[in-house]
């Protein structure tokens, strides 16, 4: 043992310092992590206050754009998905789909990812075609997804949209026989189907404003999905309630 301290007491000494010192270092992380995560959900629940005044709009999405880029935990990720929110409430659509387009394409977790592109397709089914709108949503709307359902009713829309009637007639029957469907979305494809059948075309409707994009009552001014579904909105009969889509509840982020 006298021999062998002799030739590594260096080393030994070493590593165990380097040890000593990372357990100290991963301490002192962790302590500024917590702080900059509880931080975060000051911030966000400043911003939510800040929401009740009408006309802070602006102020607020400013906020929710710095939360974004510095935030901690999962805040970034429910800053940007508010911040779309309010551009798309504002008429920036085009900027909105971006944001959520950004957060898909950065986001690990297959929850906010699949969220993120549900929302984005809300609104490219009015504005795109049913080709752009079928490269997004269709590999979700085939899968297995908490969100998979909604993408199937997003797209099964915009085919009635771009006069793909059979198309859309057979994503609403696969909705309708699906036994774990929410209840809004059967009823829904239900109503669609009825339509479909009956020869009505989207060329036929006149709406006075895109039929995705109105307001939807009862989602508050954060307009991420509440956690108690809204009143049923009368002109569900032309497409999936825009602002909201309520079965799952929006994800929350856990702060890590």
């Known amino acids: 043992m006298a021999k062998f301290w002799e030739k590594y007491r260096v080393p030994v000494i ?122 997004t949503l269709q590999p979700l709307a085939t899968g297995s997804g908490p969100w998979a359902i909604q993408a199937k009713e997003l797209l099964a829309y915009s085919a009635w949209r771009a006069g793909k009637a059979d198309e859309a007639r057979a994503l609403y029957e696969d909705i309708e026989k699906n036994a774990s469907a929410p209840a809004g979305v059967k009823r829904r494809s239900t109503e669609m189907l009825a339509l ?15 039929l995705l994009l109105q307001p939807s009552s009862g989602t508050g001014p954060m307009l991420l999905p509440p956690l108690t579904p809204p009143p049923e909105q009368p002109n569900s009969l032309l497409g999936p309630d825009p602002i909201a889509p309520t079965e799952p509840a929006a994800p929350t982020p856990t702060p890590q």
Request: a positive charge; hydrophobic letters at 45%; zero cysteines.
């Open 196 to 210: 479909i059948r009956s020869g009505l075309k989207f060329a036929d409707v006149k709406p006075t404003q895109p």
């Open 14 to 135: 070493g590593a165990a310092a380097a040890l000593i010192l990372a357990v100290a270092g991963f301490q002192a992380w962790s302590y500024w992590n917590a702080q900059q995560v509880e931080k975060s959900s000051r911030e966000m629940e400043a911003i939510g206050e800040l929401l009740r005044n009408p006309g802070s709009e602006k102020q607020a999405a400013e906020r929710l754009a710095k939360l974004g880029d510095s935030g901690a935990g999962g805040y970034p990720t429910l800053a940007k998905l508010q911040q779309a929110a309010l551009l798309a409430q504002s008429g920036d659509i085009k900027t909105a789909v971006k944001l959520y387009e950004a957060v898909a394409n950065s986001e690990r977790s297959p929850l906010f990812r699949d969220f993120a592109i549900v929302r984005a397709g809300v609104f490219l089914v009015e504005g795109e075609t049913y080709d752009n709108v079928k490269k």
